[in-house]
């Protein structure tokens, strides 16, 4: 793999047995010669997101709960949200009006953000592990919308971004759980 994943989806192939990472898509905040970093989108916690961030609640994005980043520093948690076209101090751009949004600061102090989810963990990888996995063929790379961080289903993530991918990678959506029932 030549190039960053940075901004992209990386979305485990239906192969991909490690229960950290069968069937997720992971959101790549960050990947470059040092290692690589990302969020996992489509494992939401069964605990709301104002328990861990509570002055953020008015902004949680539906259905409010935290999510899993990932297997990584499980204790801290990240925001991503989407905010103004034009940007905004407190969250760092990523894809288009998607950022990380600096949890820290007060929600009035950053108008025009919205629609925030937050992730508890990451998803990380040494130097040349994630090129490696590529190589190998664990991971299909696809584009990123904003919308996919903050999708009120996320749970259907998975099939939702394969879905929508042109030729046979888009068939991959229907791909059963268990190949060998089917």
């Given amino acids: ?22 069937r997720v898509v992971v959101l790549m905040l960050e990947h470059n010669e040092g290692g690589a970093l990302g969020l996992v989108l489509n494992r939401p916690r069964l605990i709301g997101g104002a328990a861990a961030v509570p002055q953020w609640e008015e902004r949680l994005a539906a259905p409010g709960y935290l999510h899993t980043g990932g297997p990584v520093s499980e204790d801290s948690i990240i925001g991503l949200a989407l905010g103004p076209p034009e940007g905004i101090d407190g969250l760092s751009p990523l894809l288009g009006p998607l950022g990380v949004v600096d949890l820290h600061r007060s929600p009035e102090d950053l108008p025009g953000v919205g629609s925030v989810r937050l992730y508890a963990g990451y998803a990380g990888w040494s130097a040349g592990q994630l090129d490696a996995e590529l190589i190998a063929g664990g991971w299909f790379v696809v584009d990123a919308f904003p919308e996919d961080a903050v999708a009120e289903e996320p749970t259907d993530l998975w099939r939702m971004v ?15 759980d268990n190949p060998s029932m089917n």
Avoid at 1 to 22: C, Y
Avoid at 162 to 176: A, S
């Fill in 162 to 176: 394969l879905g929508r991918q042109p030729g046979l990678l888009g068939h991959l959506d229907g791909y059963p």
């Fill in 1 to 22: 793999m030549n190039g960053s994943t940075r901004a992209r989806l990386l979305v485990a192939t239906p192969e991909l047995r490690d229960p950290n990472f069968h």
